[in-house]
């Protein structure tokens, strides 16, 4: 449960973070656009601005030679030379020479960005050599003769300018690297002959010392390389390019894009690259140089400039109220979308737990109903008229009716017998008073016009209204009712002969009485006592009487007719009641009953008695109910003092008592 909702509040918080970002992407991607753009254009400047200062700066450089070659000075002093040596030549030579080195050090210091000027006379011998270290011993002459720029530079015409690529140059002192730029034109007489070569050392770390630092510049970088892509640029701090290391290696993806064209710009990693071409041998045209000659393998030179590239981070970041901005919607939204999550979750949950308890109270009030319509007794509900509106499904089917037939249409009481009809009123205005309950034993009157012994207990249902309706549980009491006959039957038996006892007759009589007496026909009453039994118990034994006293009940039930209520009063003592029988009819009957059994020997067995068959015989009391009487009691002693007279008179008589 709880990792799924786990699981929902994640995506809920991604999905308002997709949503946001797709909204404020293309918002920001322009605006990186635009940084980009204007990025890319303020280097393009930059670039075309640095681009034109070095330029300018060549071209100072060259009208600087070529003005400085120009000196009659330098002109008379190679020619002079030239000349056949003579003490007066040495004189003018020694004189020049000293105006020289004092014009050379005056523009050493006038132009200040050269570090060193020097005269090559026509035979490659270096004549005069200023450098801006005065502190150093004059330099000693050194043969140019062999070397590329005197070979180059002896072979130009006036005018002319040999450029040599930078190269690294001493260091000066407090180990800053420098680097130079040779910059030679031959040296003519007026009339056109070749004198010799004046140099021009340039102090190339210094023209670009603001491409290899610049400051102002600090997240911009110049590249400039040879055509071969060597670096060109000195200094810069420790983690500059070295001067002559192949940009190729160093920052292969710069080199790639500049190599591939002579102007352009490229998109680096972290860079907007802008790129262009500076062939020193034609972008001079400023300046008053003619022809320019310089290594081949060296021009052009590739000027670039690489800014940092704008990333959208860095736009994000450019406006601290602008990303608080961004943070506080997108926290919003994803707070909003984690409870929407929560509410909705719970409000699902909520549900569920609903749905399952109404599935259980669904279920209860199945099981419930399943229990009132087949429970193991009948319910109904009546209402104040006693009509029913309820009842179930056992009720109904022990009346045999079907719930439309009855719910709503019928009155209780019209199921009840009318005999049992008097409890059930009685019980049912109880529960209408304020005693609110009631119960009744009644019988139900079934539609197949059986009954059936009920229990009813009824409550009232009230509430501040009022009686609502009375509810009630019914019992079946058939089963009680056959257990209480039972008991009953029991308790007026005689568990030996099997028939009825002093109560049986007792209740019998007080019904034969009764219609005796509504209807006059008389009834009598015979007392029996079997004679000697005594004797026979104790010579054959107490089973041996037993089986006489069962066989005397037998033999009487077959001497009377149905009505005739025959009963065992104790011991061997018998009475029988006649309805509807006169004290003839009576004598008759027990003289009859009385012959019988003394012709009816018992058969008990050779064991007991030789032929197995015991005579017995009993003395008989006869008298009549008197009319009044409405109890068995005198007509009882009136029988038996009959009996004792026959006793007397020497037992197996029957003898007529009437009062
Ligand atoms: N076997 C048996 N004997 C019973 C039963 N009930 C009573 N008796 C006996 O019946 C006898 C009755 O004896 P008595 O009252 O002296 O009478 P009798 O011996 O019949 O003498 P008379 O009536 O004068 O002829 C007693 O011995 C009782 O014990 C019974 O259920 N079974």
Redesign the pocket.
């Known amino acids: 449960m709880l990792t799924s909702l786990w699981a929902r509040l994640t995506w809920a918080g991604l999905f308002p973070v997709v949503l946001v970002t797709a909204l404020l992407y293309p918002i920001f991607n322009a605006q990186l656009d635009d940084r980009t753009a204007r990025a890319r254009g303020t280097a393009a400047t930059t670039l075309e601005a640095e681009y034109e200062r070095l330029r300018q700066a060549m071209n100072e450089s060259l009208n600087q030679v070529l003005v400085t070659v120009e000196f009659p000075l330098l002109q008379r002093y190679l020619d002079t030379v030239q000349q056949t040596q003579s003490p007066a030549h040495e004189v003018a030579l020694q004189r020049d020479l000293e105006q020289m080195d004092a014009l050379f050090r005056s523009l050493l210091t006038h132009f200040g960005r050269y570090t060193r000027l020097a005269l090559i006379d026509q035979a490659g011998r270096e004549r005069l050599s200023a450098t801006t270290i005065p502190m150093l011993p004059p330099p000693p002459k050194v043969d140019h003769a062999d070397t590329a720029l005197f070979e180059e530079a002896t072979a130009l015409q006036p005018g002319d300018l040999y450029i040599s690529p930078p190269r690294l140059g001493a260091a000066d002192g407090d180990e800053t690297v420098t680097a130079a730029i040779d910059i030679a034109t031959p040296v003519f007489t007026p009339s056109g002959r070749r004198l010799g070569v004046l140099l021009f050392t340039l102090d190339w770390s210094r023209l670009t010392a603001h491409l290899a630092d610049p400051h102002e510049h600090s997240d911009t970088q110049f590249l400039l390389t040879d055509a071969r892509g060597s670096w060109l640029l000195a200094g810069g701090g420790e983690r500059a390019i070295p001067f002559g290391s192949a940009l190729a290696t160093e920052w292969p993806a710069a080199w790639q894009a500049m190599a591939a064209s002579p102007r352009g710009e490229a998109k680096l990693d972290k860079h907007l690259l802008g790129f262009h071409t500076h062939d020193v041998r034609i972008h001079h045209y400023q300046s008053q140089a003619g022809m320019i000659v310089s290594d081949p393998d060296t021009q052009p030179w590739r000027l670039g400039i690489a800014a940092p590239r704008p990333t959208l981070m860095k736009v994000l970041m450019e406006s601290r109220g602008q990303l608080m901005a961004i943070v506080l919607v997108y926290l919003l939204s994803i707070t909003v979308a984690a409870l929407w999550t929560f509410g909705h979750y719970r409000q699902r949950s909520l549900r569920q737990s609903a749905l399952l308890l109404s599935r259980q109270a669904r279920q209860y009030a199945g099981e419930v109903q399943d229990l009132y319509e087949n429970a193991p007794c009948g319910y109904h509900s009546l209402d104040s008229a006693g009509r029913v509106v309820k009842m179930n499904r056992t009720e109904l089917d022990w009346l045999g009716y079907r719930a439309d037939e009855i719910i709503g249409r019928r009155l209780y009481r019209d199921f009840i017998t009318p005999g049992s009809r008097d409890a059930f009123d009685a019980a049912f205005q109880q529960v209408l008073s304020d005693a609110r309950e009631g119960a009744a034993e009644c019988e139900l009157l079934c539609r197949d016009g059986t009954t059936l012994p009920v229990a009813i207990q009824a409550t009232a249902q009230v509430t501040a209204a009022g009686f609502q309706y009375s509810r009630a549980t019914v019992f079946d009491l058939r089963e009680r009712k056959r257990l209480e006959a039972s008991l009953e039957r029991q308790a007026m038996t005689d568990p030996?002969t099997g028939l009825g006892n002093r109560r049986y007759l007792e209740d019998q009589a007080a019904m034969e009485i009764a219609r005796a007496q509504r209807s006059g026909a008389p009834l009598s009453l015979i007392a029996i006592?079997?004679?000697?039994?005594?004797?026979i118990?104790d010579t054959h034994g107490?089973d041996v009487?037993?089986l006489v006293?069962q066989a005397f009940a037998g033999t009487a039930r077959q001497q009377l007719r149905n009505g005739d209520v025959l009963c065992r009063m104790g011991?061997?003592e018998f009475a029988i009641l006649l309805p509807d029988t006169t004290r003839e009819q009576a004598m008759k009957v027990a003289e009859r009953l009385r012959q019988t059994i003394a012709g009816t020997p018992v058969q008990v067995g050779e064991e007991v008695i030789a032929g197995g068959r015991l005579a017995y015989s009993a003395s008989l009391g006869v008298t009549l109910v008197s009319a009044g009487e409405s109890s068995l009691k005198p007509a009882i002693k009136r029988a038996d003092r009959g009996l004792y007279a026959a006793?007397a008179a020497g037992?197996n008589r029957t003898q007529w008592h009437a009062g």
């Open positions: 030996l006592d079997l004679d000697h039994f005594k004797y118990n107490h009487g037993d006293l011991g061997e006793k037992r």
